[in-house]
């Protein structure tokens, strides 16, 4: 694994596009890109990727993470807003941990935010975890940034919102309700969460997307250390992938699955 500094991230960030007041939703894979010289440990790790990003785009930008609670859907774990931890990886919860971040309400998708527009990206929100009113709806409006630190950069959850948008016949609404507490308070609220059927075998492949992105010149990206960090506007990102949707349903799977008449979807 090659190694890097500080003073790399900062260079290579703003090598590919990191500006002052840009909403940033991350996705990280930070191990992906070596060794980070000064970090003593994986608390330091986190710390430093969160400042750097945050002393360039300053308190005029925004950063978002991905902070979902999966255990509370498949293990039937109750959610505790303000404390459960998240399974998206320990920069997610880094982040939610922070004082001044703001975790918005699906017990399962839920998105935390810290910054300037942390308020209109995880407040208010919709019941439904891609839906209109959803944090990821809610960021689409705003224009935001994907900064993906050392994963490819097909990969992030506005697929799936593109998914939802097209309506693809390999995913459904899932009717969800989970022990909730906020505030030390029970909540009556069901939610509905979009998922795919688990029992038709999809396999994913993105090479397609990765072409057309390509070829439209939609990503920026740069080596650093052993891997790569890419940074694109959301919405081109988004508009690219629905129009592709809107032509072939099934554009983001290796082959169409087969659907039985009789039995969902197939009805």
């Given amino acids: 694994m090659q190694k890097y500094s500080i003073n790399d991230l900062e260079i290579g960030l703003r090598k590919v596009g990191l500006k002052r007041g840009q909403i940033v939703y991350i996705n990280p894979e930070i191990y992906k890109l070596g060794v980070l010289k000064e970090a003593k440990n994986k608390k330091d790790y986190f710390k430093i990727f969160f400042d750097t990003i945050y002393k360039i785009i300053g308190k005029s930008g ?55 527009f942390k308020n209109k990206i995880c407040k208010n929100n919709s019941l439904n975890n891609y839906g209109h009113g959803s944090p990821y709806s809610n960021f689409l409006k705003l224009k935001g940034m994907m900064l993906n630190l050392g994963i490819d950069y097909a990969a992030n959850p506005f697929r799936h919102v593109a998914e939802f948008e097209a309506g693809v016949p390999y995913c459904y609404n899932k009717f969800t309700k989970v022990r909730y507490f906020k505030n030390r308070k029970k909540i009556q609220k069901t939610f509905s969460t979009f998922v795919t059927y688990s029992d038709l075998g999809l396999k994913n492949d993105y090479s397609k997307l990765n072409k057309k992105l390509s070829l439209k010149k939609i990503i920026r990206s740069i080596k650093l250390g052993s891997g790569n960090i890419h940074l694109y506007s959301v919405l081109k990102y988004y508009n690219l992938l629905i129009n592709e949707l809107k032509k072939d349903q099934f554009f983001l799977l290796k082959k169409p699955p087969r659907f039985k008449k009789g039995k969902l979807p197939f009805a």
Avoid: D, M, W
Avoid at 68 to 93: D, M, P, V, W
Avoid at 101 to 112: A, C, M
């Fill in 62 to 116: 925004t950063i978002v993470v991905n902070s979902y609670t999966f255990q509370t859907l498949r293990y039937n774990k109750k959610f505790i807003h303000e404390s459960t931890s998240c399974t998206s990886g320990a920069f997610s919860e880094y982040v939610r941990k922070k004082n001044g971040s703001i975790r918005s309400l699906h017990p399962v998708f839920s998105v935390t935010a810290y910054g300037k």
